[in-house]
C-alpha cells in the first residue's frame, strides 16, 4: 500500500536530497553556534584586559601620586623625573605628566616636556576631568577601547597642605 504516486526509484532521489539537506543544515547551525561563541568569548577577553589594565593604571598612578607627595614634601621634587624616567620603558605608556599648580610640568616620560606649561603641550587632556581631580583629590581612568588606550588622572596637592580644598593649587598626574 503507497501513499503516493512515486515509484521506488522517485522516492530514493528524494530521501537522498533529506540526506544532504539536513547535514547542510547542522553543519550552518554549528557554524552560526561557533561564531556567536567566538563573538562572545572576544567581547569577554577584551573586557577582562581592560578591568585588569585599568587597575593596575590605578595602582601605579596612586604609587606615583604617593611618592611625588612624599618627594615634594621632603623638598626633593629632582627625585620625580628618576621616578617617572624608570616608568618610560613601560611600552604601553604614551605619556605620563606631574603637573604642579600653576601647570608647570614637573616631571614627564618626555625629558622635553619637563618645565614647559602644560597647555603648551600636544596633550589632548580631558579638562572637566582634570578639575574634578583636583578639586577632590581623585583619581580617574577612562576607557577608550576604540582606539586602543586609556587616560587616568589623579589629583596631587601636598599632603597637609592649607590650599588642598582649592583646586586651582593642586596638580595633578595625567597618564596615557
Known sequence: MHFSNDTPHQAMGKFRQLGILIPT???CVFLVSAFIAAFI????????????????????????????QEFLKMGTPGRLQHLISSLASDVDLVHILLVDGSGRVLASNELSDTGSLWRSLDYALDEEVLQRVRRLEGLEVQEFPDQGYLDAYAGLCGIGSADRLRPSTCGFISYR
Do not use: H, K, M, N
Not at 572576544?42 to 604609587?63: H, M, S
Open 25 to 27: 543544515l547542522i553543519l
Open 41 to 68: 568569548a572576544r567581547e569577554t577577553a577584551q573586557e577582562q584586559t581592560y578591568i585588569t589594565v585599568g587597575q593596575l593604571v590605578r595602582d601605579r598612578l596612586t604609587f606615583v601620586r604617593g611618592a611625588a
